[in-house]
Nanobody
Framework: QGQLVESGGGLVQTGGSLRLSCAASGRTLSRAAMGWFRQAPGKEREFVAA????????LYADSVKGRFTISRDNAKNTVYLQMNSLKSEDTAVYYCASGSYSTSRSNYDYWGRGTQVTVSS
């Protein structure tokens, strides 16, 4: 079935930037929409961003709009999440997922294991 593997997380100061990557092995990303979600300790997993198969359309949570950018390179079988102007409330484990273009977790059927992002003040 293949797998999705996130990378690029780490510790960054408030106002800093990180770029997350989600690479697929044994699976063709171009066949599905992709999404990024995040889960902070003690909270539900929440939608962050989504992108259509072609990359033409994107969706963002209000909390990250204007700061985060989702993109994909189907030739490299990789999806990215560029995160700028990071805030402490962005601290979470970030997950990529493939499925149907949506803000809802239930529309994504394949998930990576996540990468930790910690924003310190």
């Amino acid at each position: 079935q293949g797998q999705l593997v996130e990378s690029g997380g780490g510790l960054v100061q408030t106002g800093g930037s990180l770029r997350l990557s989600c690479a697929a092995s044994g699976r063709t990303l171009s066949r599905a929409a992709m999404g990024w979600f995040r889960q902070a300790p003690g909270k539900e997993r929440e939608f962050v961003a989504a992108i259509t198969r072609s990359g033409t359309n994107t969706l963002y949570a209000d909390s990250v709009k204007g700061r985060f950018t989702i993109s994909r390179d189907n030739a490299k079988n990789t999806v990215y999440l560029q995160m700028n102007s990071l805030k402490s409330e962005d601290t979470a484990v970030y997950y990529c997922a493939s499925g149907s273009y949506s803000t809802s977790r239930s529309n994504y059927d394949y998930w990576g294991r996540g990468t930790q992002v910690t924003v310190s003040s």
